[in-house]
């Protein structure tokens, strides 16, 4: 018998920062969707808005690049919604997100990335974990995916964009999603077995060379009396 998603209420400390769509501006996040029937230009800007979406800035890399996805949405094969869940489930995208991180922190970067807002809570945080733990990562990509959240907002045509406005918040370290480097979890390190850079020695004053003690200096006088003792 399946496990069926854990039950959570709808909270978050961004409820009192006004989202795009009820505090319009010159933030206002550009919309890359094929409703319009875009040029082939405005393919290439939607194929682009994509990867940067999916992967983040820090992680567009030229090997990351699907040109079998991209073909099919320039012929029309497949639509903007199956363009991303193909990278979602990509190789590339689990070899820096999925692999390296345990499940807790992948939820919150997927649920940042599709559906362009911050988890709600820890409750959905879990409720989401225990769906990637009891049915896969393919189910939990169609259950973002085909959820109403992501329909209302972006439907099959449009590439999901940062829905909630934080500059209020960027005084507190804030920016947006796109510009977060993705980070391999400490929890997930320490469980890897990944070396830790913990100096478990003597705890000594180091003075580099550049900086030696000179003539009349009381440090020369410190260290004649801790030679002669």
């Known amino acids: 018998m399946p496990i069926p998603i854990l039950n959570y209420s709808l909270s978050t400390q961004n409820q009192r920062v006004n989202g795009f769509e009820s505090y319009p501006g010159d933030e206002q996040p550009k919309v890359y969707t094929t409703d319009d029937v875009p040029t082939a230009s405005g393919v290439d800007e ?22 079998a996805l991209e073909s099919q949405l320039r012929f029309d094969q497949i639509k903007v919604k199956d363009l991303i869940k193909g990278l979602l489930l990509s190789n590339a995208f689990r070899d820096l997100n999925y692999n390296v991180n345990n499940n807790y922190r992948f939820v ?32 939990f990509v169609d259950m973002l995916l085909n959820s109403d959240e992501y329909m209302e907002n972006f439907g099959d045509s449009t590439v999901p964009y940062q829905r909630r406005r934080i500059i209020a918040q960027r005084s507190k370290g804030e920016m947006p999603f796109n510009l977060k480097t993705p980070r391999t979890s400490q929890a997930f390190m320490r469980k890897a077995g990944m070396p830790q850079l913990n100096w478990a020695g003597p705890v000594r004053q180091f003075r580099p060379q550049e900086q030696a003690p000179k003539a009349g200096d009381p440090a020369l006088f410190l260290s004649m009396v801790l030679d002669v003792a």
């Open 46 to 67: 939607i194929i682009w808005a994509a990867y940067r979406q999916i992967f983040s800035e820090h992680q567009n890399l030229r090997s990351n690049i699907n040109e």
């Open 108 to 139: 919150e970067m997927c649920v940042q990335r599709v559906l362009g807002r911050d988890i709600y809570n820890e409750r959905e945080k879990y409720a989401f974990s225990v769906i990637i733990g009891s049915k896969g990562l393919e189910n």
